[in-house]
């Protein structure tokens, strides 16, 4: 089947948009339908985070369409994290070998707007906004919307319709039931608040703005990103019940209690700590994995509908968009849409998975073993093999975050290289104590097997 000159795409937020403006300069006609108001014009209280981390993914994404520059610019980078302990001092943890590997704080609502107004300007993308998709027949590709400024229900139907409907995607939910394929959702036990760290004098950072902070708290924690103005979005990340949770922080008392013995340092630059907790909402955090992600030729899904992640490696928006990038290359391979929709899943779907079950891993890490001595002795470890054997020796972080080297190839080198540095750890006290000889060995006998596997370009 050739390709359509048309697509439907259900979902305007960063995959949706960013995806139309890749189909609009292939020559398509692009109708995006978006439940929500046009951020542009309205503010949008979604409970959704304030800004995200941006990594080399989804800046390679933005720069096929000409933005990359563009978003840098309006981006703060992150050479590390700064770590808040319960007791002792700060500790910075540089995420990279050197100062040139950073990831950057973006804002979203910024990075949406941006890309929705670019999609626009080709001329080939139509925006409706309050046009809530309420179900699709996937066998006619027809789609049921309801107009929620007037309450008028049509039906639609496009050459090809893309679900980038978010999580609780309905196009997600119809392609896997048409197919009697399979959908699962794992919720985390922890929720999410956010809070607004304000600006000091003049919009100056209250806190070092050069880094992601983190409260590690064994079970819980608190981070915090900044902002061009000067604040900080902070997030905090704790247990919907049991002791402590959200249950147990019922009235103002309770909540500047919890802050007071658990992030002080935090709660003394968040003088309206109380007003904000009670009045933002409590978000939850879902893992999805499906299959099939497509219909023949009439629908696939992207993003957060294909397989949503939780946030903790700074890898959602970026797998999205590299979602797109994949998609683009797929459809410049072929005329067939049925083939190119299924050879983009094919390609896709491992990758998803293995982020995702990364992502939850460091979860854990984050809150638990970033102040842990043994696990900072590993990072150094970690960071001296980088800049030693470069090339030769990667790490899961540097994969993940510096490279785009398939995810599932990420997963697996990266398992084998902290195998290593722990091996390396045993009966030393610094980095600087490991045998470098020794390590050449082992980096050469366990890793190379699986450095060659990568993608020529994957590193560059």
């Not at 066998?139 to 929620?148: I, M, P, Q």
């Not at 090339?391 to 990266?414: K, Q, W």
Request: glycine letters at 8%; proline letters at 5%.
């Amino acid at each position: 089947m050739s390709r359509p000159d048309r697509y439907t795409l259900v979902g305007a937020g960063l995959v949706g948009s960013l995806l139309s403006l890749y189909l609009a300069r292939r020559g398509a006609d692009v109708r995006v339908l978006e439940r929500r108001a046009d951020m542009r014009k309205e503010r949008i209280r979604a409970g959704r985070s304030i800004n995200l981390a941006i990594s080399v993914r989804g800046l390679h994404a933005l720069g096929r369409v000409g933005l990359g520059e563009k978003a840098l610019q309006h981006a703060i980078p992150m050479r590390g994290r700064a770590i808040h302990p319960a007791d002792g001092p700060l500790v910075f943890q540089p995420y990279g070998k050197d100062d040139t590997q950073v990831i950057h704080a973006i804002s979203r609502g910024w990075l949406n707007a941006l890309l929705m107004s670019e999609a626009e300007a080709t001329g080939r993308v139509r925006l409706d906004f309050h046009h809530r998709v309420t179900a699709m027949d996937v066998a006619s590709g027809r789609l049921r919307v309801v107009n929620e400024r007037d309450g008028h229900e049509e039906a639609l139907h496009g050459s090809a319709v893309v679900g980038t409907d978010g999580a609780s995607s309905i196009v997600r939910e119809s392609v896997v039931a048409a197919a009697g394929g399979r959908s699962s959702e794992e919720r985390l036990d922890h929720g999410y608040k956010e809070l607004t760290l304000p600006a000091g004098p003049g919009g100056s950072f209250r806190l070092e703005k050069h880094a992601l902070h983190i409260w590690p708290r064994r079970d819980f924690m608190l981070i915090a990103l900044p902002n061009l103005d000067g604040s900080f979005t902070c997030t905090l990340f704790l247990r919907f019940s049991g002791s402590p949770s959200f249950e147990t922080l019922k009235a103002p008392e309770d909540v500047r209690g919890f802050f007071a013995t658990q992030f002080p340092d935090a709660l003394a630059l968040l003088p309206d700590l109380e007003t904000q907790f009670f009045e933002n909402p409590t978000g939850t955090m879902v893992t999805v994995k499906c299959w099939p992600w497509a219909a023949e030729s009439r629908a696939v899904l992207l993003g957060d509908a294909a397989h949503a992640i939780v946030p903790f490696f700074g890898q959602g928006m970026n797998c999205g968009f590299e979602d797109c990038e994949v998609l683009d290359d797929v459809l410049g391979q072929t005329e067939d849409l049925g083939a190119a929709f299924a050879e983009f899943s094919r390609l896709r779907k491992p990758n998803a998975d293995a982020i995702a079950d990364m992502a939850v891993e460091n979860f854990v890490e984050m809150r638990d073993s970033v102040a842990d001595a043994r696990f900072l002795l590993e990072k150094s470890i970690e960071r001296r093999l980088l800049n030693a054997f470069p090339g030769e020796f990667l790490s899961r972080y540097a994969l993940v975050t510096f490279s785009r080297a398939p995810y599932r190839l990420a997963y697996d080198i990266g398992r084998v290289a902290a195998g290593l540095v722990s091996e390396l750890a045993a009966g030393v006290t610094t980095a600087e104590s490991v045998d470098l000889a020794a390590a050449k060995q082992l980096v050469h006998a366990r890793l190379q097997p699986l450095v060659r596997q990568l993608p020529q370009g994957a590193l560059g």
